[in-house]
């Protein structure tokens, strides 16, 4: 696990959440969400049943393609995927 001290001054909510001061550092600490199509048979998550949830990721993560059927899909490294959801 890495831990970084911030330099810059931290704003709290008041239920203890960091609230990021400017959109720099908002952006530094962006996350993405989107639905899991496929995960391979030998990936961290790779269960059988993976397809339809949602993956939490950074969002500079991966590469994104142009599928077959004209959609943009992201392929991601099992150290990209910051988590996984049921629904």
């Known amino acids: 696990m890495e831990v970084e001290k911030s330099e810059t001054e931290k704003r709290m909510a008041a239920s203890g959440l960091h609230m990021p001061g400017d959109s720099k550092e908002r952006d530094r600490l962006a996350n993405m969400m989107g639905r899991i199509v ?3 048979s030998d990936a961290r ?5 993976m397809a339809g ?5 950074g969002r500079y993560a991966g ?3 142009k599928g ?4 943009d899909y992201r392929i991601l ?3 990209d995927v910051k988590g996984v959801f049921n629904a």
Request: net charge negative; no cysteine; charged share 30%.
């Open 38 to 40: 496929i995960a391979a």
């Open 45 to 49: 998550y790779g269960l059988p049943d």
């Open 53 to 57: 949830r949602k993956a939490v990721f």
């Open 63 to 65: 590469t994104t393609v």
């Open 68 to 71: 077959a059927d004209g959609e």
């Open 77 to 79: 490294y099992d150290e």
